[in-house]
């Protein structure tokens, strides 16, 4: 782990990092370049994210790679309807010594994707979001602290609702960012095909260690942030909450509920690390801008109007915005 002299320097390097962190993920991802970006964001400021898109569209690889370029243990849970909280989190079993024993479960890694998490019952999701949120977990009585770094990458397909189990809003707050993976450009999937039908495979080299993540995971947090930027990212939130003094009239019109201040504090955190990615000291109202979407997203609810009238969510941020 490298020393640095200044707070600059070191933001200096974080910039150097991602760029790397890019070079070595388009190796194997084309396109994406926003999702890659959101993942990455999130990962600094110590959130979890919620990637939303249709099958084959690289959720999957892409967690997988993430992994692999910032050098962190990885696991996956393929969540179905049958899958028990003692599945994810581990049991106490009886070993030869007739003591009992805590085998770890899946859980304990520093990436988790939770493949399709809304196929699998609230029970499990539960102990799932728990461990999210407290970063630790209990099994018979006992605290079992989760490694650090801690993340964990969700995928959900907006698609076949039968048989499924959506997360409700308040577990979905948990989620720093909601990400929509979009399908590929007629160029890139070009690219795509041409890749991976050739059999030629990319090898992916570590860019960034467990130990230089919770570094720069603590830089971000000092980074100094002007009382305007807070004010607009406290406001914009504010607009979202319909019926209350500083709703928009959008909001009143289209929004059944609104942001809660979690959304606030991710818009903050979300700015910072854009601003270091971008090479800012500091995060301005554009950088605010910048992760608002995938932030509020999956935390404003529309009404019926909406619907009628053709307001998706992302009308109605662009146009808070």
């Given at each position: 782990?490298?020393t640095?002299?200044?707070?600059?320097?070191?933001?200096?390097?974080?910039?150097?990092?991602y760029n790397?962190?890019?070079?070595?993920?388009?190796?194997?991802m084309?396109?994406?370049?926003?999702?890659?970006?959101?993942?990455?964001?999130?990962?600094?400021?110590?959130?979890?994210?919620?990637?939303?898109?249709?099958?084959?569209?690289?959720?999957?690889?892409l967690?997988?790679?993430?992994?692999?370029?910032?050098?962190?243990?990885?696991?996956?849970i393929?969540?179905t309807?049958d899958?028990m909280?003692?599945?994810?989190?581990?049991?106490?079993?009886?070993?030869?010594?007739?003591?009992?024993?805590?085998?770890?479960?899946?859980?304990?890694?520093?990436?988790?994707?939770?493949?399709?998490?809304?196929?699998?019952?609230?029970?499990?999701?539960?102990?799932l979001?728990?461990?999210?949120?407290?970063?630790?977990?209990?099994?018979?009585?006992?605290?079992h602290?989760?490694?650090?770094?801690?993340?964990?990458?969700?995928?959900?397909?907006p698609?076949?609702?039968?048989?499924t189990?959506?997360?409700p809003?308040?577990?979905?707050?948990?989620?720093?960012?909601n990400?929509?993976?979009d399908?590929?450009?007629?160029?890139?999937?070009?690219?795509?095909?041409?890749?991976?039908?050739s059999?030629?495979?990319?090898?992916?080299?570590?860019?960034?260690?467990?130990?230089?993540?919770?570094?720069y995971?603590?830089l971000?947090r000092?980074m100094?942030?002007?009382?305007?930027?807070?004010?607009?990212?406290?406001?914009?939130?504010?607009?979202?909450r319909?019926?209350?003094?500083?709703?928009?009239?959008?909001?009143?019109?289209?929004l059944s509920?609104?942001?809660?201040?979690?959304?606030?504090?991710?818009l903050?955190?979300?700015?910072?690390?854009?601003?270091?990615?971008?090479?800012?000291y500091?995060?301005?109202?554009?950088?605010?801008?910048?992760?608002?979407l995938?932030i509020?997203?999956?935390?404003?609810?529309?009404?019926?109007?909406?619907?009628?009238?053709?307001?998706?969510?992302?009308k109605?941020?662009?146009?808070?915005?």
């Amino acid at each position: 782990m490298t020393t640095f002299t200044s707070d600059a320097e070191a933001l200096d390097a974080l910039k150097e990092k991602y760029n790397a962190l890019k070079f070595e993920i388009q190796k194997v991802m084309v396109g994406q370049d926003e999702a890659v970006r959101d993942v990455i964001i999130s990962i600094l400021g110590n959130g979890h994210c919620l990637l939303v898109g249709v099958p084959g569209l690289a959720k999957t690889l892409l967690v997988n790679t993430l992994s692999q370029v910032l050098g962190l243990s990885f696991n996956r849970i393929q969540f179905t309807p049958d899958l028990m909280p003692s599945d994810i989190i581990g049991s106490e079993i009886l070993d030869e010594s007739r003591q009992f024993k805590f085998i770890k479960g899946p859980l304990f890694s520093n990436i988790i994707l939770a493949d399709e998490i809304n196929r699998t019952p609230p029970k499990t999701q539960s102990a799932l979001l728990e461990a999210m949120q407290e970063r630790r977990v209990t099994a018979g009585g006992v605290t079992h602290v989760l490694p650090s770094p801690f993340f964990v990458l969700a995928t959900q397909n907006p698609i076949e609702q039968e048989g499924t189990y959506p997360l409700p809003e308040a577990q979905l707050d948990r989620f720093m960012f909601n990400i929509w993976v979009d399908y590929p450009t007629l160029a890139e999937e070009l690219v795509i095909v041409k890749q991976t039908t050739s059999g030629v495979s990319q090898t992916l080299s570590p860019v960034i260690s467990s130990e230089e993540i919770q570094f720069y995971q603590q830089l971000i947090r000092k980074m100094p942030v002007p009382d305007n930027v807070i004010e607009y990212a406290v406001r914009l939130v504010a607009k979202t909450r319909p019926n209350r003094e500083n709703a928009d009239p959008l909001a009143n019109q289209y929004l059944s509920w609104g942001a809660g201040p979690r959304a606030s504090q991710f818009l903050i955190v979300g700015a910072k690390v854009n601003a270091a990615l971008n090479g800012k000291y500091s995060p301005d109202i554009e950088d605010v801008k910048a992760v608002a979407l995938p932030i509020l997203r999956h935390r404003i609810v529309r009404n019926y109007k909406a619907e009628a009238d053709g307001y998706s969510v992302e009308k109605i941020v662009a146009q808070l915005l």
